[in-house]
């Protein structure tokens, strides 16, 4: 693969991970108090699903093992918030064994 197309993908994930901040921020804002909105922890999981599949592509361990410490705590603030039970069960299933099977496949 280019690695272009490469660079590409971990820069997309680095944008979404920008455009969180953005949006909690300007959410804090309106109410005047620290908000966490559930777009916040969406975006952070797609991110970091991207940055997952960016690690992979540059066999950079370091990259996916560092998204697999946070990951499941998007996850969680998710369910916490009522809304990964939204999620079809099809993509909650892969979005929960997503970091297991690209590790497994690295390795192998």
């Known amino acids: 693969m280019s690695s272009w197309i490469i660079y590409s993908i971990g820069f997309l994930a680095q944008i979404l991970f920008s ?3 953005i949006i909690q921020w ?4 309106k109410q005047q108090r620290v908000i ?3 777009l916040f922890w969406t975006l952070s999981l797609i991110a970091s699903v991207l940055l997952f599949i960016y690690g992979y592509l540059r066999y950079d361990f370091s990259i996916m093992l560092g998204q697999s410490l946070t990951y499941y705590i998007y996850i969680r603030n998710l369910q916490l918030q009522k809304q990964w039970y939204k999620f079809p069960k099809a993509l909650q299933l892969f979005l929960l064994i997503f970091p297991a099977l690209i590790v497994i496949y690295y390795f192998n």
């Open 36 to 38: 966490t909105p559930t």
């Open 19 to 21: 455009s969180r901040l």
């Open 26 to 29: 300007v959410t804090s804002e």
